[in-house]
Nanobody, 117 residues
């Protein structure tokens, strides 16, 4: 059974930082593209950052220069370091694992990030 367990969300003031972690189990981690998505009520889930199996990264324009995604294949972990947070970053953040070949696609339960002004 595949599980993605997120941690690290919370309440922070504008300009602050948070570190989201996602630990994966039940899958071969190094053949999955890992990503973080965010969702606010009434809107579709949106890709914030992703990291390929080779370490290539991709970011939403609004977070470039502020967020950094990394992965540790030995620990089955993906981390999103969020700096210079803004109120508009407030959302539920979801960890995602997408197999590089095939349709396997998994989600974590989500973690709330709230940035106060």
């Amino acid at each position: 059974q595949v599980q993605l367990v997120e941690s690290g969300g919370g309440l922070v003031q504008s300009g602050g930082a948070l570190r989201l972690s996602c630990v994966a189990s039940g899958l071969i981690f190094n053949i999955y593209i890992m990503g973080w998505y965010c969702q606010v009520p009434g809107k579709q889930r949106e890709l914030v950052a992703s990291i390929s199996t080779t370490g290539s990264t991709n970011y939403l324009d609004s977070v470039k220069g502020r967020f950094t995604i990394t992965r540790d294949n030995a620990k089955n972990t993906v981390v999103l370091q969020m700096n210079s947070l803004k109120p508009e970053d407030t959302a539920v953040y979801y960890c995602n694992a997408k197999k590089i070949v095939g349709r396997n696609n998994y989600w974590g339960q989500g973690t709330q990030v709230t940035v106060s002004s």
